[in-house]
């Protein structure tokens, strides 16, 4: 009787399409959380902080809160995927981010395209940049994380 084993190298990783209904159920919850972080900005941060205040320290929460849910996510679901996949499943929540950042915010709340990009002006002490960025690498930075451990 002959059995064979498979060499250590090639390990099973998740596929794409294995990953996307995960990936894109835990961008649904992304969008939650930050809504709710907009709204505790505007309800709590702003009148307590100012505007630049509230702005910077919301932002590092929402920032915080995608680190540890992309843990999560990649715990659960994407720990042996590759680095391909891994910076495709950031890139997919940072364009759906994006998306509704600037499609809701433009078409629905009548904010003017000036308005929407004014938060990425790094030079103003806007960092909101660091969100869709966190969106980008976090995947990528939980993998290599629990890959460590």
Same mark, same amino acid.
């Given at each position: +009787?002959?059995?064979?084993?498979?060499?250590?190298?090639?390990?099973?990783?998740?596929?794409?399409?294995?990953?996307?209904?995960?990936?894109?159920?835990?961008?649904?919850?992304?969008?939650?959380?930050?809504?709710?972080?907009?709204?505790?900005?505007?309800?709590?941060?702003?009148?307590?902080?100012?505007?630049?205040?509230?702005?910077?320290?919301?932002?590092?929460?929402?920032?915080?809160?995608?680190?540890?849910?992309?843990?999560?996510?990649?715990?659960?679901?994407?720990?042996?995927?590759?680095?391909?996949?891994?910076?495709?499943?950031?890139?997919?929540? +940072?364009?759906?981010?994006?998306?509704?950042?600037?499609?809701?915010?433009?078409?629905? +709340?009548?904010?003017?395209?000036?308005?929407?990009?004014?938060?990425?002006?790094?030079?103003?002490?806007?960092?909101?940049?660091?969100?869709?960025?966190?969106?980008?690498?976090?995947?990528?930075?939980?993998?290599?994380?629990?890959?460590?451990?």
């Amino acid at each position: +009787m002959e059995t064979t084993t498979s060499p250590p190298h090639s390990q099973i990783r998740p596929s794409w399409r294995g990953l996307l209904g995960p990936a894109l159920a835990v961008w649904a919850g992304l969008a939650v959380v930050a809504v709710l972080n907009g709204a505790f900005r505007e309800g709590v941060l702003v009148p307590s902080l100012g505007d630049s205040g509230a702005h910077v320290l919301s932002t590092l929460l929402l920032t915080a809160a995608v680190a540890v849910i992309a843990a999560l996510y990649v715990s659960r679901f994407a720990r042996d995927a590759d680095r391909r996949t891994l910076l495709a499943v950031g890139g997919l929540w +940072m364009v759906l981010t994006l998306g509704f950042e600037f499609g809701f915010g433009h078409y629905v +709340m009548g904010k003017s395209w000036s308005v929407l990009l004014a938060d990425y002006n790094v030079l103003a002490g806007r960092i909101w940049v660091l969100v869709p960025v966190t969106l980008l690498v976090a995947p990528l930075i939980a993998a290599r994380y629990f890959q460590r451990r």
